[in-house]
């Protein structure tokens, strides 16, 4: 796909929505520092250092300024990689996309170039593509910025299906129904997973559906204790005709699931008494269990407004 393909192709409107815990319309500078750090570790700083270097940011120069019709990105320097990085910290939100989105897309390109030039480069701390690319999109998540790379190009992630028919609605509808407790607990385990707490945000998406089967039967009057589980919540929801019975399992595997969000095991390598040993919780686990907690807590409540009819 030529580069041109992709800035007609991303979609330039404001966000208008207020129901999305990402926005799209500010790049703060932090995030766009730390963007030159990656450029930095993935091709060098042009002539600084080695010859690829210098030609991967011309050739990033050449392609920008054909496309957004300039003469060039900065009369501050000569340097191309100057250019470049001038460019993204003073440039709009629009162009500042548009030049991480073009970056990013002949990293992958000149994927084979960019390997030789890591290996061969003695300095240490330098990236791979690969690992730049996952660097950068943790780094929009942690800033609440809504865009990530996919498939060879900058994306909104409001644009993905599962945000568009899971996030945005579950956020939506528990806010119309007032199910405060609900909703702030669901925006803290998006907070918690942009910022990269992965175990918290599990915790706050538990917390979450929670929330909704409790305040499902404080609006319809059915009695339970504060202090009661997951288990006994769906018991309830099942007994009063919420929940089919032959779903009642499934809503089962879902609280195991995630509760098992926030696991701690006994060491095996020390006896009894040593203390115990916290598991690292991968990304896409968090995203797993964002997404299935949404999705039930959606169906939970669709099946609330259809039983007050």
Known sequence: MAIFELFSKREKKRNQITNDPYQYTELPRSLRVQIVHIWKDVAGEGSAYYNFSSTFWEVVHNTMIRELGLFTLSDKTDDDYRKCVDFLLSSSNENALDIIDCTFYLFKGYLTQLDSYFRESSRGGFLSPQKAIKELNYRFRESGVGYQFEAGELIRVDSSLIHE????????????????????EYLKAHKHYREGRYKEAIAEALKSFESTMKTICVRMNWEFKPSDTSNKLIDLLVKKELI???????FNSLR????????????KTSGHGQGEETVEIPEHYASYALHLSASNILFLAKCYLDKKK
């Open 165 to 184: 028919e899971l996030t945005k609605p579950v956020i939506s509808l528990l806010y119309n129904l007032e199910f405060q407790g609900a909703e702030d």
């Open 244 to 250: 089919p019975l032959y779903m009642q399992q499934h």
């Open 256 to 267: 195991s699931t995630l509760e098992s969000g926030v696991p701690v095991l006994r060491n």
